[in-house]
């Protein structure tokens, strides 16, 4: 996605017009906007990543029922947000 915006000067222009007019022009163009849309697009997980981290989610589960039931741990609850 390679986009020119050229802007000449004209003969009697200040320098803050032909600012203003480039300013314009990549507004016009619509570049910053594309740029700003795919800044924060993550792909989506491989449906065997997914499959993976919830075998590994539902393991780890297990494991620390075990643990409760055991005696050897004591139930974990996280904290959430801030007081």
Same mark, same amino acid.
């Given at each position: 996605m390679i986009t020119v915006i050229e802007v000449k000067k004209n003969a009697n222009e200040s320098n803050m017009n032909l600012v203003r007019r480039f300013t314009r022009k990549v507004q016009e163009s619509g570049i910053i906007q594309k740029v700003k849309s795919k800044r924060y697009n993550e792909r989506s997980l491989s449906k065997i990543k997914v499959k993976a981290a919830t075998l590994k989610r539902i393991a780890r589960q !297990?494991?620390?029922? !075990?643990?409760i039931k055991l005696g050897k741990a004591t139930k974990f609850t996280k904290k959430r947000g801030h007081k």
């Open positions: !297990k494991n620390q029922a !075990k643990l």
